[in-house]
């Protein structure tokens, strides 16, 4: 399973990115599907999640109701929807998917198996 994610880039404070997150490999549907971020100087930490078996979205604390997780109609496609963006929001974002997860896996880095590469999300005040 590979994953590329891209979209990522410069806005002010208030504004809107949606980042993508591209699977080709031997993907299923009932795949839990995540994104990452990591600031500089800090640990990653969990954004969001979306788990196939349930189709629910599951969000950090830190960016509920302003951001949303959903997937591609061809399923191979996970985005992530970042509205009212903050400066605390400034980041490498990652994408990252395993096989299906339970409740208490899905926010933990060392559940997922596959990893895209980064990219970044700077938002300025």
């Known amino acids: 399973v590979q994953l590329q994610a891209f979209g990522g880039g410069s806005v002010q404070a208030g504004g809107s990115l949606r980042l993508n997150c591209v699977t080709s490999g031997r993907t299923l549907s009932s795949d839990t599907m995540a994104w990452f971020r990591q600031a500089p100087g800090k640990d990653r930490e969990f954004v969001a999640a979306?788990?196939?078996?349930?189709?629910?979205?599951y969000y950090a604390d830190s960016v509920k109701g302003r951001f949303t997780i959903s997937r591609g109609g061809i399923e191979n496609t996970v985005y992530l929807q970042m509205n009212s963006l903050k400066p605390e929001d400034t980041a490498v974002y990652y994408c990252a998917s395993n096989r299906r997860l339970i409740l208490s896996e899905i926010r933990n880095i060392r559940a997922y198996g596959y990893w895209g590469q980064g990219t970044q999300v700077t938002v300025s005040s």
């Open positions: 979306l788990r196939g078996t349930d189709r629910q979205g």
